[in-house]
Structure formats: C-alpha cells, structure tokens
C-alpha cells in the first residue's frame, strides 16, 4: 500500500516537474494527493496556466495552521510569519488579555494566528475587500477563534475610517462551529453605495459548510466596554509599487488581487496613510507591527518619525530580508 502510493507520489511529481514554474514538485505532488482531489488532469491544467496551487485548493498553511484561500486573498507567505515571531518576541505574556487590530486582514493569517498564540485575545480584523473578509471569518469558525474574532470592512483612505472604526458597537461572541447566516460585518459607506450592506450578507451563508446557522452574540469586552484603544496593532498594507506590479510574477500578478499587491506610485501610499491617522487607535503601552517590501525600512520609519512613532525593533525573514518593523508611540 505505502508502495503504491509512493508510486502515485512519483508519478505525479514527475507530471509537475515537466511544468516550468513548479518549483518543489515532489512537495506539490503531496500536497495535491493528501487533499484527496481527484481531478489531477484539471489540477495540472491550471499548474500549466501558473495558478498557484494553493488557489487551487484553496488551502495554504501559516503557522501551524490551515487557511481558506480564494481569488479574493493574497495567499499566506511564510515571509509574514516573521511578524507573529515579532508579537510574540514583544508580548511574551501568553494569558494577557490583548486587544488586537489587523489592518487588511486578508484571509485573516495574522490575527488569528495571534489569537491563537494568546488565548484570552481579542480581535478585529479588517478589510477594504468583503469577500476577503468572509473567507477570514470562515477561517476564524475552522481555527475555533470566532468567539474571540470580529470582521468590519473599511478603507483607509475614507476620511473618517478612524473614528468609523472607534464608534462601532462591536460584538464578540459569535459561536465557534456554527454556519452562520448573520456575520459580524459592519457597511461603510463606500461598501452602502456600492450595494454591499449588512442585510445582503444575512441573505446569504457566509460559510460554506452548510451547518445550520445560530449565531449567538454577546457584547464584550467583559464589562470593559469599548475595544480601542488597541495593545497591537498589526498590518500587512499593499507594498509593490504600481510600475512593478506588471512584472511580478504571473503566480501573484495574475492570482493574487490587485487590492492586496498595489502600494501606489512609490509602494507607500498605504503605510503613508496609516502612519497618519491611525494614533488614535493604539494604547500609549501598545506596539505596531508592519510587514514591510524589500528596502522600504528606512522610508516607512521615517513616514512614522514624522507622525509621532519611534522605531523600536526591525526583524529579518529567513531569506536575510528585513521584513518587520515594531514602533511604538515616541516620547
Ligand atoms: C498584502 S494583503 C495582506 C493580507 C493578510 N493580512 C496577509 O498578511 O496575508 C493587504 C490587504 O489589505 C487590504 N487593503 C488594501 N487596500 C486597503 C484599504 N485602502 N483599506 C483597507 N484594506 C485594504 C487588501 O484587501 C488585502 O487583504
């Protein structure tokens, strides 16, 4: 048996290796069987057009966990692990009762692995993109987080997304398991006017698991009140400059949304932006935590120089990359 399957594993892997872009094939041929999907002619069709594999199944570990991957999620990278190493480095109180924001959650890899790390956490994670935030609650149901978790769209570059954010009445508490039909997501403007509002998502699952839906709410933060200001906040912001987008390769230029790659003209816009409005959200004790693109340290410290932060810790990725930076508010 174990023979005949090391056979399947062999034979697969040789398939992959005939297509140019597959760089591990013998990893990938695993990857593909332990699935357990069956239509490895349309699998290899789609390797051949350079859809990553992970889009395929729609499956891609971080941490020590499985996240939902869609169209509409930058695939998980190893890389960003280096963030959780750096939270975990700063807070090494694992039963704190932290307050968590993620700014664009994507699949929601950062928050929930930190909610995972830190059993008494709490989190928001948000998102311009509401399809990624449905795959992020999803993933907070499969991780046994979504009690802890809690998803609201918003845009950065919307004038008031601070104080948007400050004022919404959050609730915590959603049962873990359950399919629900009801999710924790708030409309913002933008998202009312392009006709994507609270009440579409309760017409329609969000999970697709099928379960029956009961969705149990209870407000926290166990008489606290309000949610910010925050002990961490951590973002992964779009970084690629618009110009290099056209020359990424074609398994992110093509499969990976656009929303999550571009950074603007000079990559920056978005940790700009952050850098200058988001003080408010962040306790005078707390620490953020930015992913940052190759050589843009020293760019993004200033940017936060200028804004009352002070650089605290950088941190490498494996590849010798710098790849995090920490700030705390300066003074
Ligand atoms: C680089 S991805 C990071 C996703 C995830 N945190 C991760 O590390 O894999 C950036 C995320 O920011 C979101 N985003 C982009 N522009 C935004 C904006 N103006 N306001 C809020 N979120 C935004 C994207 O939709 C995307 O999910």
Same mark, same amino acid.
């Given at each position: ?30 990857? =593909? ?33 499985? $996240?939902? #991957? ?36 994507? !699949? ?5 692995? #930190? ?7 709490? /989190? ?20 046994? #987080? ?10 950065? $570059? ?13 609730? $915590?508490?959603?049962?873990? /398991?359950?399919?629900? *039909? ?7 403007? *933008? ?15 969000? $999970?697709?698991? &099928? ?13 606290? &009140? ?5 002990? =961490? ?8 400059? !618009? ?8 398994? #992110? ?38 992913? =940052?693109?190759? /050589? ?36």
């Amino acid at each position: 048996m174990a023979k005949d399957l090391s056979a399947l594993v062999q034979n697969l892997a040789s398939r992959l290796k005939e297509i140019d872009s597959v760089e591990a094939p013998m990893l990938e041929a695993k990857w =593909i069987l332990q699935s357990g999907r069956l239509d490895i002619e349309e699998i290899l069709a789609r390797r051949k057009r350079r859809e990553p594999l992970s889009k395929i199944l729609q499956s891609r570990g971080f941490w020590a966990y499985d $996240f939902k #991957v869609t169209k509409d999620t930058l695939d998980p990278r190893a890389d960003s692990e280096t963030l959780i190493d750096a939270v975990l480095r700063h807070f090494p109180e694992k039963e704190a009762s932290l307050k968590v924001l993620d700014l664009g959650t994507g !699949t929601g890899c950062l928050l929930l692995t #930190v909610l995972k790390e830190y059993p008494q956490a709490f /989190g928001i994670g948000t998102d311009k993109s509401l399809d990624a935030l449905k795959v992020a609650l999803e993933n907070a149901v499969s991780l046994e #987080v979504s009690s802890r978790s809690f998803f609201t769209l918003c845009d950065w $570059f919307e004038k008031d997304w601070v104080q948007r954010l400050e004022n919404l009445e959050i609730s $915590f508490g959603l049962s873990e /398991g359950k399919a629900a *039909k009801e999710a924790d997501f708030v409309s913002s403007e *933008k998202a009312e006017s392009s006709k994507v509002t609270a009440a579409d998502l309760k017409n329609e699952s969000v $999970f697709s698991n &099928g379960q029956d839906s009961s969705c149990k709410k209870s407000v926290l933060i166990s008489g606290e &009140g309000a949610f910010f200001p925050a002990d =961490i906040i951590i973002s992964n912001p779009p970084y690629i400059p !618009t110009r290099d987008i056209e020359g990424l390769q074609e398994e #992110v230029r093509d499969y990976d949304p656009l929303l999550s790659l571009d950074g603007g003209k000079d990559g920056l816009a978005c940790y700009r932006r952050l850098a200058e409005t988001i003080r408010p959200l962040l306790k005078t004790s707390g620490r953020i935590f930015f992913e =940052i693109g190759q /050589g843009q340290e020293e760019q993004v410290a200033s940017l936060m120089r200028q804004n009352g932060f002070a650089l605290e810790a950088a941190y490498k990725d494996l590849g010798g990359i710098t790849r995090c930076l920490v700030f705390r508010l300066a003074g």
